[in-house]
């Protein structure tokens, strides 16, 4: 009895390692089970429907605009963005982010990133059958999942000490089409916990990327200072709220 529960036990261990290293090796090598592609530029990106000229161009011409004007300054000549429109694919690619728009991999030398489905011609995110409205369009997911690529390949190991404020405040202030001023944000988001018409209206991050936005424009931080920070960010957020009182 004993014998049959451990070799059950060691069946579904190994079972559940094969699972995940083929997950890991597909995330990795993703390009055959996505048969069309767009760009020569900076960014490709590849989708598993055909993806319309002009307004695949488009995106990839404001995504860029976005990644251009970032405090973090891209090293690689080329990023590569996968889009799963099918169901099962979304299902696939995005089990350890079952509800995420989309996600960075970054694999040592070397990373990519994805978003679920897209609408190029309209510049939507769809996500599970949902349409995103700006300010979180495609482009600015586009931005956001490639700055996660372009910050790791920055730090390497280091990202195990980013906080998360930095981690996703600093891809939410370069993704921002029109990013407030510090003011303004601090303004519009007042003292009230996170709901739903604020996310809707400010993105993903509201409260990381204010922090991000006073370190970086009131503060005078460079990129660098901001990615090696070990302030948390209820540290980060007295800062703020200090300086605001003087
Ligand atoms: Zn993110």
Known sequence: ??????????????????????????ITWPAPLFAFSLGSGKIIVASDRPIPPSGGERFLRD??????????????????LYVT????????????????WGFAWYYGFAGHAFMSGADFESGQVVHWGYTGTPPRTLAFLCAHEL???????????????????VWEGLPDYVGMENRETFEQLRDALGDRPVDIPMWAKFGFYP??????????????????????TRLTEDEATD???????R
């Open 207 to 228: 409260r990381y990327r204010l922090l991000v936005t006073y370190f970086i424009e009131k503060k005078g931080w460079s990129v660098d200072q901001l990615l090696q």
């Open 63 to 80: 995504c860029e605009r976005l990644l251009n004007r970032s405090p973090l300054k891209a090293k690689s000549r080329q990023y590569r």
């Open 85 to 100: 429109n099918d169901d099962w694919r979304q299902r696939l690619f995005f089990i350890p982010h079952r509800d995420s």
């Open 147 to 165: 700055t996660h690529v372009i910050a790791w390949e920055h730090i390497g190991l280091n990202r195990l000490h980013v906080s998360q404020w």
């Open 239 to 245: 800062i703020m709220r200090a300086d605001e009182k």
């Open 1 to 26: 009895m004993l014998r049959t529960i451990k070799r059950t036990l060691l069946g579904a261990t190994v079972a559940l390692a094969v699972a995940a290293l083929s997950l890991g090796v597909l």
